[in-house]
């Protein structure tokens, strides 16, 4: 649920190009090599190269941390080419460790840059330990709306996710790497998670500004992407959330368990607590899942495994079914989020279906449906290639309408490496875990859940 939309508006008339399914973008295959021999290995390894490489070479150079969005064609409706977003680069610091354990770089390499983006988070725009939506490379607030200018604790919520990981894999580090963590323990720190409950209110506030205090209103129920906002908030070691803010706020006193039936499955719990709407978007199934481990994730309300897969298989379902016979939607072709559109930026989902696929959708959801994502995969790079550029698949298309734009977007493609990996070696399922103040808060709210310890 990406509740506010981004202010992006696609000039799309002057440069729609055409996805006629005989794609001739060889690039993204290797030289004298056809991607119809690919074994599945090979594709996953591509396919994670590339996207990581959005968070390594297509980095905002002065942090090094990510950019809201890269534009092949070089058309930036708002001249916010380097705008760098705070979810996103919790995402690309996470794609960066499968850059170091697939061999694309070094592990010296993936350290210095670390240093260089908390050196730059540390001297950043913060409100109460928040970081804002957007920055500028100065490190000043860059509006996401006219009053979303201060601390956004759902996308500091993601960059929190993605440091914690990045500290549990140097955790046995030598002495550089022990100072990062370091460092990133204070940034953890010094995130004031009770702040966020509006002067003790039994629910986390999405946004504060110092201009316009708590005027953004808006109090995070469940169910959507941001649990991982409350597991953090109740692991705080030192501004944690209650028990009764879970219970009340996220779960809205058991409401939250009231679930539906859609396309044949259980959604295990209430995706839209004011709207109609069955089913969320299936980036609801990935971000908080980058590092927290679904299987064997329960609570009093919900089995998250099974949430995550249904919620992956509604949408696979739903392309099967194709209700309104949109073009090319089958068992290769399936997989709904928010992204890009013809209309601009919106939330794609089974009951508002524009014919927009997002090969995010289907990519990040690998762990839970491995045999339709990798269909998807093979037939995005072997059907569909010129949907693919050096980052990966664009960020979404359509065949009914004869659409995409060469364009990426951060929270999109952070997803697919990390969750690929996760389906591949359960990394940052094990990294994240092994927290043992994350441990405590889950055992705080009263969720069953995996226990690992970090060996370094």
């Known amino acids: 649920m990406r509740l506010f939309l981004i202010s992006v508006l696609l000039v799309v008339a002057s440069i729609v190009a055409g996805c006629n399914g005989q794609g001739t973008n060889k690039k993204a295959i290797a030289q004298n090599t056809s991607a119809k021999t690919y074994s599945d290995e090979d594709l996953l390894n591509l396919v994670q190269e590339q996207t990581f490489n959005y968070f390594w070479e297509g980095a905002e150079p002065i942090s090094g941390l990510a950019r809201e969005r890269i534009h092949l064609d070089n058309i930036y409706p708002s001249h916010d080419k380097d705008v760098i977003t705070i979810g996103g680069s919790g995402f690309g610091l996470m794609a960066i460790l499968v850059g170091v354990e697939r061999g694309f770089i070094s592990r010296e390499q993936a350290l210095l840059h670390y240093e260089k983006a908390v050196s730059f988070l540390e001297k950043a725009d913060r409100f109460h330990g928040a970081w804002p939506h957007w ?29 914690l990981t990045v500290k549990a894999y140097f955790g046995n ?21 009770d702040w966020y409950t509006k002067n003790g209110e039994k629910v986390l506030y999405w946004h504060w500004s110092p201009e316009y205090q708590w ?66 978007p299936l980036f609801w199934a ?33 392309s099967m079914e194709n209700p309104k016979g949109f073009k090319g939607y089958g068992e290769k072709c399936w997989g709904l989020t928010s992204s890009y559109s013809p209309k601009g930026y919106a939330s794609h989902r089974p009951d508002r279906d524009i014919g927009v696929i997002s090969p995010t959708a289907a990519l990040s959801s690998m762990p839970y449906t491995p045999k339709e994502s990798m269909r998807f995969l093979r037939y995005i790079y072997t059907e569909q290639d010129s949907l693919v550029g050096k980052y990966g698949p664009y960020d979404a298309f359509s065949l009914d309408k004869n659409w995409y734009l060469p364009r990426y977007l951060a929270i999109d493609q952070g997803p697919i490496p990390v969750m690929i990996e996760n389906h591949r070696s359960g990394l940052f399922w094990k990294l994240f875990m092994s927290n043992q103040e994350v441990q405590k808060g889950l055992d705080k709210l009263g969720f069953q859940h995996s226990k690992t310890e970090n060996d370094g």
């Open 215 to 280: 005027e953004m209103n808006f109090p995070v129920g469940g169910y959507n992407e941001a649990l991982i906002m409350y597991i953090l908030a109740a692991s705080s070691p030192t501004h944690p959330i209650e028990k009764s803010v879970y219970e009340k706020g996220w779960a809205k006193s058991g409401n939250i368990t009231k679930d539906t039936v859609y396309y044949g499955l259980e959604t295990e719990l209430d995706h839209y607590e004011h709207d109609s709407s069955p089913v969320g």
């Open 173 to 193: 580090g030598n002495e550089q790497e022990q100072q990062l963590c370091e460092r990133i323990q204070n940034l953890w720190e010094e995130v004031e998670w």
């Open 286 to 318: 990935h971000y908080s899942y980058l590092g927290l481990n679904p299987k064997g994730l329960t609570d009093a309300y919900a089995d998250y495994w099974k949430l995550n897969v249904n919620h992956a298989r509604i949408h696979y379902n739903h």
């Open 135 to 163: 920055l500028q490379p100065s490190g000043k607030t860059a509006p996401f709306s006219p009053k979303d200018n201060g601390g956004d604790l759902v996308e500091t919520a993601f960059l929190i996710q993605g440091l």
